[in-house]
């Protein structure tokens, strides 16, 4: 509300208070140095927003998007194409000359921690410089027991003398970040090395992720307990004002190191055509000011896109039809009238319905437990589910691959599935269980968390395995109670989902090795020798043609056993307000608002 | 008058410590920590988590600390989803809340005895039955289905019919300044948040109030008709009071116990918030809090401020009997 219109606001808000002369409350706006208007983008968080914006605790999306405008990570997702890394708080990328074992690192120079409050955390100073005991520091934080290690789970066991330090510092009141890890070598304060346990591959995600966002131990010990609320990193933005669960104001971080918009010959040339490559090779961020706004329910959401007040919206599906033909998926012309743009983005989805594999009626890896699950799944028809609750939205696959990732197979159907509906086959392989139709087998308990539809979609559930006589005892519990029922193993039966944390199929299939049963990851309790040992196997390989076909005989192998019935991946529908430039979204990563500008003249 | 007030609070304690050993006996039915958790939890992750949440040690001393917390109003507690002290979340929640709720609970409360007595001044008659009519229709509808109709017609078409004529929006389809939430800023600038507050709040106080309007006439136009075949009322009549006098002076003071024992009972509720409003109007009132912290299993939250709904609940029942004794002096507080 920055217009140099009437106010109606300030003219209501005098005669409410009685008061004749009002300092303007949409006032004009401000001038930035040089003269111009400060360019502000606006953008919506869906849901109550960030909890924390101290990387650490942070677990949400919602808290990635937070954190990342604030901080940075030595790696980072590539704007031009989210699934490759770029080096970010590096000067290039890291490289190893053991075959992945011990990784070299040398950090990028010029790059400042920024403190933006009046009393900085830096002996008065606005910045200081990144340093190596930062790196490590900031590592070392996620094993310190005063976070409730809520994010080890990313290195455990990965840098060799880190889980040792987790231990000795979980029987001492505070950690000792002092203490030293064998596997962080300094060099200098600019190089360095880290020693894993042993080649895995998929650390380097893991450095990309923003929970190993690097902080300043001063500003930790200079804040402390509001350290969450007042980040000191050295991203593009920094906090002006963050309330929880309502508000998000950034400013642009005004000794913000050389990050350059992608050069032109990393688009695509579908993005080249969308013109996605116009700002190239100039400097970021474009924005002086970022403005989150949190929404709980769509409909306000939706509507502040209308007006133009936001500069993308997802399309929830109640609203689907307002901007695109239902049947073709193509945006309406009257929105393409208004400069309003469409993206998509599929996300690395495994939405599934698991078993608990230690499970006495639906479990195990016998002939006849093995004929139960295949038969649930070939009398399900998740496309029906598709269509039913998603406008046939989603995307349906075989196996625990979501598209786009090695492994994934071609079209989604793998060489040999249970895919449904073959209601002849599911009632042979339910006779084969030892229930024809599904004589005496009792109804198996399904757990679903409340909320959604998951009502309505338990009924359809119902509905479709009924045709092979198999009973189902729906049990709609709140999201915490179904975490703990399928974390205690309670749950035979349970509907779940899960999105990759980083582009790697490793990610995914790490849900069914046996060690990370629940509480762990597994939630299936999936254990099986073979598996496990392919596991091993490909977690330290680098991508190639030999690791992709394990990850497919993986797959297969897991296909066949059928701890779960899947799967489905989300198309994400994005809108783009014609103000709002170079902007694409994806939820792959969130630190891409710094490459996206705005153009004030577009807006209504 | 006091004696009775201390006698009512020392009656009240064991309620209030029931209530509070309730609350918590039941959040702690199911075991919270599997919520907070990160992917991929340890058995000593776990444990780590628990020691964190507090829920390790015995329920008697959650229960002893948690009471020490009420006595002392020191609500040092961090909530587990938000990770800050709930005291600061009760400071943060407690004036949005208040800034929807009491303008229409005083603006309803208001409109409802005025349209009542008015239905009651012209009881049988069209205009008696018109408002009843217009009452019952309001109060046919769901409150969601005015809030969303409300935020679509109040605010977003509104504005864009404004924006046409080159007006600045005047009510906000959803959104809130943190100003508000603050008392200095009141103090200091108080034109600049009552701006403010006709942009965030007004709409959200004008659904309130349309909602809440049916439900007060029709109970208040109850007690005014019932009234109104008073023995006074005749005697008032008779002695040659004018109609205005009788509606304003005699009838609406004998109304009163009625109206503030409805006042009252919706005292409590107040602070709870307007739930929805405050979801669809990104008001971060308590309601919302609250509702955040069901969903979350946030036990320092939800014990806190069911508590200190509780506690409301009974001061306000306290204060009805207190308020009763004050409007008719037929009641004795004894």
């Known amino acids: 509300m920055t217009h140099t219109r009437r106010s109606w606001m300030n003219l209501l808000g005098a005669c409410a208070a009685g008061v004749l002369c009002l300092p303007a409350a949409g006032a004009a706006d401000r001038v930035e140095d040089g003269g111009r208007a400060p360019k502000v983008l606006q953008l919506p968080i869906r849901t109550d927003g960030p909890k924390s914006l101290d990387p650490v605790e942070g677990s949400t999306t919602y808290d990635n998007m937070a954190c990342v405008q604030v901080y940075e990570t030595l790696l980072e997702g590539a704007y031009w194409n989210p699934r490759e890394m770029e080096p970010r708080l590096l000067a290039e990328m890291p490289t190893s000359d053991d075959g992945g074992k011990t990784w070299n690192f040398k950090l990028k120079p010029g790059v400042v921690f920024y403190d933006p409050s009046p009393n900085p955390c830096f002996g008065g100073k606005p910045t200081r410089p990144i340093r190596t005991d930062d790196v490590f520091y900031s590592l070392k934080r996620l094993a310190d027991k005063k976070y409730t290690y809520e994010n080890y789970w990313l290195i455990e066991g990965a840098v060799e003398g880190l889980d040792e330090f987790k231990a000795t510092q979980a029987n001492n009141a505070a950690c000792d970040y002092d203490a030293p890890v064998s596997g962080f070598i300094k060099i200098s304060d600019s190089e360095f090395q880290i020693r894993l346990t042993k080649p895995v591959y998929r650390f380097l995600y893991v450095l990309s992720m923003f929970q190993t966002s690097i902080v300043a131990r001063e500003a930790v010990e200079h804040y402390g307990a509001a350290f969450d609320e007042t980040p000191v990193g050295t991203g593009p933005f920094a906090v002006e004002r963050f309330v929880q669960k309502q508000s998000l104001s950034l400013v642009r971080n005004p000794y913000y190191h050389e990050v350059f918009y992608p050069e032109r010959d990393k688009w695509s040339d579908e993005d080249r055509r969308l013109r996605m490559h116009r700002p190239a090779g100039e400097r970021v961020p474009f924005v002086d000011r970022i403005e989150f706004t949190m929404f709980v329910e769509d409909q306000p959401m939706w509507l502040q896109f209308d007006a133009g007040n936001i500069a993308y919206t997802e399309v929830p599906a109640e609203y689907f039809e307002k901007a695109f033909n239902k049947r073709t998926k193509e945006l309406l012309p009257e929105m393409r009238e208004r400069g309003i743009r469409a993206h998509n983005d599929l996300l690395l989805d495994f939405i599934f319905r698991g078993f608990n594999m230690e499970d006495p009626v639906v479990g195990g890896y016998s002939e006849r437990a093995k004929a139960l699950r295949q038969a649930i799944n070939l009398a399900m028809d998740l496309n029906e589910f598709n269509e ?90 709140d999201f915490s109670t179904l975490i703990e029922a399928v974390n205690k193993k309670k749950a035979p039966f349970f509907s779940f989902a899960w999105s990759s944390d980083y582009p790697d199929a490793e990610n995914n299939l790490a849900l069914f090795y046996g060690p990370n049963e629940a509480p762990g990851a597994n939630h299936y309790n999936y254990k099986r020798p073979e598996y496990d040992a392919m596991y091993e196997q490909i977690r330290v390989m680098p991508p190639s043609d030999e690791r992709t076909a394990i990850y497919e005989r993986m797959r297969d192998m897991l296909i066949e056993d059928a701890p779960f019935v899947g799967s489905m991946a989300r198309v994400r529908y994005y809108l783009v307000a014609p103000w709002a430039l170079n902007l694409r979204p994806t939820e792959r990563h969130w630190s891409w608002f710094k490459y996206v500008d705005v153009d004030d003249s577009k807006r209504p | 008058m006091w004696s009775f007030i201390l006698r009512r609070l020392l009656y009240n304690i064991p309620v209030y410590l029931g209530i509070v050993l309730v609350v918590m006996l039941i959040l702690r039915v199911n075991d919270p920590v599997y919520a907070a958790l990160g992917k991929n939890p340890s058995v000593e992750e776990i444990q780590a988590k628990r020691e964190s949440m507090g829920i390790d040690r015995p329920f008697v001393e959650q229960y002893g600390r948690f009471l020490k917390e009420l006595v002392t109003l020191d609500f040092k507690r961090e909530s587990w989803d938000l990770k800050i002290p709930v005291k600061q979340l009760l400071d943060r929640t407690i004036l949005p809340s208040l800034l929807i709720t009491v303008p229409t609970l005083v603006t309803s409360t208001i409109l409802g005895i005025g349209i009542a007595l008015v239905a009651a001044y012209f009881r049988g008659r069209a205009v008696d039955k018109t408002l009843m009519i217009l009452a019952v229709l309001g109060m046919s509808v769901s409150y969601l289905v005015y809030v969303i109709v409300g935020q679509y017609f109040g605010a977003h078409l509104l504005n864009q019919s404004l924006a046409a004529r080159d007006l600045d929006p005047l009510f906000a389809t959803s959104g809130f300044d943190p100003a508000l939430s603050d008392l200095g800023t009141w103090a200091r600038q108080p034109a600049r948040n009552a701006g403010m507050w006709i942009t965030y709040c007004c709409l959200p106080v004008l659904i309130g109030v349309f909602v809440s309007v049916g439900y007060d006439t029709r109970f208040y136009r109850a007690v005014m008709v019932e009234e109104t075949g008073r023995d006074y009322i005749v005697t008032a009549r008779a002695k040659g009071a004018g109609n205005r006098r009788v509606m304003f002076i005699h009838m609406l003071k004998n109304a009163m116990i009625p109206v503030i024992t409805r006042v009252m009972i919706s005292l409590p509720f107040l602070l709870e918030g307007a739930i929805v409003v405050e979801v669809y109007f990104g008001i971060p009132g308590m309601g919302r809090t609250l509702i955040g912290a069901i969903e979350a299993k946030d036990f320092p939250v939800i014990e806190t401020f069911t508590a200190l709904l509780a506690g409301i609940f009974i001061l306000s029942n306290i204060l009805t009997d207190v308020l009763y004794a004050l409007v008719d002096p037929r009641v004795r507080l004894s």
């Not at chain 1, 625990?400 to 090695?406: A, T, V, Y």
């Not at chain 1, 599904?438 to 539809?453: D, R, W």
């Open chain 1, 388 to 477: 039913t609750f998603y406008n046939g939205l989603n995307f349906v696959y075989d196996g625990p691959i979501p598209p786009g990732l090695d492994g994934y197979p071609p079209d989604g159907m793998a060489p040999h599935s249970y895919r449904g509906p073959n209601l002849e086959l599911a009632r042979q392989k339910l006779a084969e269980a030892g229930y024809p139709n599904g004589q005496g087998l009792a109804p198996l308990q399904f757990y679903t968390s409340k909320g959604s539809n998951n009502a309505e979609q338990l009924d359809l559930m119902k509905r479709q395995l009924a045709r092979i006589g198999v009973r189902i005892d729906g049990q709609l519990v």
